[in-house]
């Protein structure tokens, strides 16, 4: 790309506004007008400034955890009357067992001379080694809202495992105040004339094949003849590591202290149409490999279950308390509307569903011998289905207690 003279019309480099206030994927820039200096220093690669900052003001923190984490200590419930994602005593729990997913960095590069050439900055990438991950599982700290909040980005890609310079992204705009335009496309550029200043918003991707990423964020600057790559400074800490998680799919989401057991997006993103409460015991389960969202012969049935049943004549709620041993499951059922008790008898358990023979008490005046039939969604609930007296009865149970 060009210098930007001064005095000179628009020169071609990059650029697309955009005011947000929503996460983002990728690399951001957004340029300042000009500071002036009234010294008279000379452009040289030692005049560069450079801070760093958290990029983006998100709530939301995402942690990789190792599977031999002592879950054991993991809190549930925050000491305190109302927190919104992790509480204290979880995030203590994290820090000191988990490796914190980076956040988008805002870089500040500034020209401190006054006089002389225009000081480039570019080549920017990530610089490292990769590793093979310990077994893991990705968990977030689900919080409210968050973003950058009106910045002018220029949004592009790094990502880990390739040392390919930050290019701008497809659909950018000019940025307002800026005599800078930025190409799609082209390696991202800063040409900071003496007293110039700029930003920079970097968002980091882990590696596409998979591994742990440990390393730097560089840039080469140059001045004229002088040319030398830096190491840029992090927000927090020295070294830049981007984790990635073994158990794919597999997501816990934490939120007023409660643990929520469920599948993940390809982004990471928690599938469900309504949280699902897990127990540490859950969480152990399933990382032993005890619960998969596709086959229910893994799955973990033991606890206290909820919902409502719909189909009837009139509707009403059921409550159930499952106890397993192995492959072995029997259960206590409650209808406490109608009302009705119950005890249910396993009599098949495959990949796909289980069912039980349910037999009411003498005392009650209910249906007997009912065939049961329980089914795993994807979100962790159980979706329950009865044939009681030729209806066909249904409910989505949840997990309680």
């Given at each position: 790309?060009?210098?930007?003279?001064?005095?000179?019309?628009?020169?071609?480099?990059?650029?697309?506004?955009?005011?947000?206030?929503?996460?983002?994927?990728?690399?951001?820039?957004?340029?300042?007008?000009?500071?002036?200096?009234?010294?008279?220093?000379?452009?040289?690669?030692?005049?560069?400034?450079?801070?760093?900052?958290?990029?983006?003001?998100?709530?939301?923190?995402?942690?990789?955890?190792?599977?031999?984490?002592?879950w054991s200590d993991?809190?549930?419930?925050?000491?305190?009357?109302?927190?919104?994602?992790?509480?204290?005593?979880?995030?203590?729990?994290?820090?000191?067992?988990?490796?914190?997913?980076?956040?988008?960095?805002?870089?500040?590069?500034?020209?401190?001379?006054?006089?002389?050439?225009?000081?480039?900055?570019?080549?920017?990438?990530?610089?490292?080694?990769?590793?093979?991950?310990?077994?893991?599982?990705?968990?977030?700290?689900?919080?409210?809202?968050?973003?950058?909040?009106?910045?002018?980005?220029?949004?592009?890609?790094?990502?880990?495992?390739?040392?390919?310079?930050?290019?701008?992204?497809?659909?950018?705009?000019?940025?307002?105040?800026?005599?800078?335009?930025?190409?799609?496309?082209?390696?991202?550029?800063?040409?900071?004339?003496?007293?110039?200043?700029?930003?920079?918003?970097?968002?980091?991707?882990?590696?596409?094949?998979?591994?742990?990423?440990?390393?730097?964020?560089?840039?080469?600057?140059?001045?004229?003849?002088?040319?030398?790559?830096?190491?840029?400074?992090?927000?927090?800490?020295?070294?830049?590591?981007?984790?990635?998680?073994?158990?794919?799919?597999?997501?816990?989401?934490?939120?007023?202290?409660?643990?929520?057991?469920?599948?993940?997006?390809?982004?990471?993103?928690?599938?469900?149409?309504?949280?699902?409460?897990?127990?540490?015991?859950?969480?152990?389960?399933?990382?032993?490999?005890?619960?998969?969202?596709?086959?229910?012969?893994?799955?973990?049935?033991?606890?206290?279950?909820?919902?409502?049943?719909?189909?009837?004549?009139?509707?009403?709620?059921?409550?159930?308390?499952?106890?397993?041993?192995?492959?072995?499951?029997?259960?206590?059922?409650?209808?406490?509307?109608?009302?009705?008790?119950?005890?249910?008898?396993?009599?098949?358990?495959?990949?796909?569903?289980?069912?039980?023979?349910?037999?009411v008490s003498q005392?009650?005046?209910?249906?007997?011998?009912?065939?049961?039939?329980?089914?795993?969604?994807?979100?962790?609930?159980?979706?329950y289905s009865a044939?009681?007296?030729?209806?066909?009865?249904?409910?989505?149970?949840?997990?309680?207690?």
């Amino acid at each position: 790309m060009n210098s930007v003279e001064s005095g000179a019309g628009r020169s071609r480099a990059t650029a697309i506004s955009v005011a947000v206030a929503v996460p983002v994927v990728g690399l951001v820039i957004a340029a300042v007008g000009l500071v002036p200096q009234l010294t008279a220093t000379t452009t040289t690669t030692d005049g560069l400034s450079v801070t760093a900052h958290d990029g983006i003001s998100m709530n939301d923190t995402t942690w990789v955890v190792p599977v031999d984490a002592p879950w054991s200590d993991f809190p549930l419930f925050s000491s305190e009357d109302f927190t919104i994602g992790c509480s204290p005593e979880q995030l203590g729990w994290l820090s000191s067992n988990a490796v914190l997913v980076p956040e988008p960095i805002r870089f500040e590069f500034a020209n401190r001379a006054d006089a002389g050439q225009s000081l480039s900055i570019h080549s920017i990438h990530l610089a490292g080694k990769e590793s093979d991950p310990e077994p893991s599982i990705r968990l977030r700290c689900a919080e409210n809202g968050g973003g950058q909040g009106g910045v002018p980005m220029v949004v592009s890609g790094l990502q880990a495992g390739s040392e390919a310079p930050a290019v701008v992204g497809p659909d950018q705009e000019d940025i307002p105040g800026s005599d800078v335009v930025y190409t799609p496309g082209e390696i991202v550029t800063f040409n900071l004339r003496p007293g110039d200043t700029s930003q920079l918003f970097l968002a980091l991707d882990a590696a596409a094949d998979l591994r742990t990423f440990t390393g730097a964020v560089v840039a080469t600057v140059s001045s004229g003849d002088n040319v030398r790559n830096v190491e840029l400074p992090l927000p927090h800490g020295d070294e830049l590591v981007i984790p990635v998680e073994t158990l794919k799919g597999d997501l816990i989401e934490v939120n007023y202290g409660m643990a929520m057991c469920g599948w993940a997006d390809e982004k990471g993103r928690l599938i469900s149409s309504s949280g699902v409460r897990c127990s540490v015991t859950d969480i152990v389960r399933r990382l032993e490999g005890d619960w998969d969202s596709n086959r229910s012969g893994q799955i973990s049935l033991s606890g206290n279950w909820s919902g409502d049943v719909v189909g009837d004549s009139h509707p009403y709620s059921i409550n159930v308390t499952i106890l397993e041993d192995g492959n072995v499951a029997s259960a206590t059922a409650t209808y406490p509307e109608i009302p009705c008790a119950a005890t249910w008898t396993l009599t098949s358990r495959s990949d796909s569903a289980v069912t039980f023979t349910e037999r009411v008490s003498q005392e009650y005046v209910c249906y007997d011998n009912v065939p049961i039939t329980i089914k795993f969604n994807p979100d962790g609930s159980l979706q329950y289905s009865a044939l009681s007296g030729g209806a066909v009865i249904t409910a989505t149970l949840f997990r309680v207690g």
